[in-house]
């Protein structure tokens, strides 16, 4: 198992951009494939980008299609962090992020990811 806590989020205006970051506390984090969710009020928590794990610097990144272009997802194993850069930002981004890890290459279901963070507040005005 591994703590993870993610920070960066906050309130901006619609067209800009926002850096999360979540830090990885404990062994192995650089052997876990690593992913962002969100989740909207009333909806249900939803992938948003992930990426698998690495031995070196080479590695997968894979996103769900509303965000591909705009949002890129990495990682830094020297400071077990990933990160999720999100550019071009529009009001229907405006949710709850969550980094979580998993032991499953290329998931995409929660259920798949077995430590979550606390979560960070992305808000988008229009």
């Known amino acids: 198992q591994v703590q993870l806590v993610e920070s960066g989020g906050g309130l901006v205006q619609a067209g800009g951009s926002l850096r999360l970051s979540c830090a990885a506390s404990g062994r192995g984090f650089s052997n876990y494939h690593m992913g962002w969710f969100r989740q909207a009020p009333g909806k249900e928590r939803e992938f948003v980008a992930g990426?698998?794990?690495?031995?070196?610097?080479?590695?997968?990144?894979y996103y769900t299609d509303s965000v591909k272009g705009r949002f890129t997802i990495s990682r830094d194993n020297a400071k077990n962090t990933v990160y999720l850069q999100m550019n071009s930002l529009k009001p229907e981004d405006t949710a709850i992020y969550y980094c979580?890890?998993?032991?499953?290459?290329?998931?995409?279901?929660?259920?798949?990811?077995?430590?979550w963070g606390q979560g960070t507040q992305v808000t988008v005005s229009s």
């Open positions: 990426i698998t794990w690495s031995s070196g610097t080479t590695y997968y990144a």
């Open positions: 979580a890890a998993s032991n499953v290459y290329g998931s995409r279901s929660t259920g798949a990811f077995h430590s």
